[in-house]
């Protein structure tokens, strides 16, 4: 089999077109997600310890000498990010648990048990009539 077709068959392959839709989706996602963090709860968030910009919350390891920038450790974006992550990690939760729940509604069903062969049918009246 040449390259390509083996190439073809693996992309065809229905695992691997859900994955490559999982994964475009969870990059749209996650930039909602990045959008909400640092536009809609950091603000309100930094108005309430007092005007903090988290983005901005550095601590300076070396200041900027003439021409060369100041080395920073930029720990305000780490904790934004964190933040990104939490939310997204929960959400992919309760994604993840609803799916779940609806899964064990449908295997909570149970079949019916199967009826017994006819030799087992045989064998009980043959017990019974010992029984006896």
Same mark, same amino acid.
């Given at each position: 089999?040449?390259?390509?077709?083996?190439?073809?068959?693996?992309?065809?392959?229905?695992? &691997?077109?859900?994955?490559?839709?999982?994964?475009?989706?969870? %990059? $749209? *996602?996650?930039?909602? !997600?990045?959008? /909400? =963090?640092?536009?809609?709860?950091?603000?309100?968030?930094?108005?309430?310890?007092?005007?903090?910009?988290?983005?901005?919350?550095?601590?300076?390891?070396?200041?900027? &000498?003439?021409?060369?920038?100041?080395?920073?450790?930029?720990? %305000? $974006? *780490?904790?934004?990010? !964190?933040?990104? /992550? =939490?939310?997204?990690?929960?959400?992919?939760?309760?994604?993840?648990?609803?799916?779940?729940?609806?899964?064990?509604?449908?295997?909570?069903?149970?079949?019916?048990?199967?009826?017994?062969?006819?030799?087992?049918?045989?064998?009980?009246?043959?017990?019974?009539?010992?029984?006896?």
């Amino acid at each position: 089999m040449s390259l390509i077709k083996e190439f073809k068959q693996f992309a065809m392959r229905g695992n &691997v077109i859900d994955l490559a839709v999982a994964v475009v989706i969870g %990059g $749209a *996602f996650g930039k909602i !997600v990045a959008s /909400f =963090v640092s536009d809609v709860l950091m603000p309100p968030l930094g108005l309430l310890l007092g005007g903090v910009n988290f983005t901005e919350l550095v601590v300076v390891l070396k200041e900027a &000498v003439g021409e060369a920038e100041a080395v920073t450790l930029n720990y %305000g $974006a *780490f904790v934004q990010n !964190v933040v990104d /992550f =939490v939310i997204i990690a929960f959400t992919i939760f309760m994604v993840i648990k609803g799916i779940n729940s609806m899964k064990k509604k449908e295997e909570a069903a149970p079949a019916a048990p199967p009826e017994p062969s006819k030799e087992e049918q045989l064998l009980t009246e043959i017990r019974d009539l010992l029984k006896k």
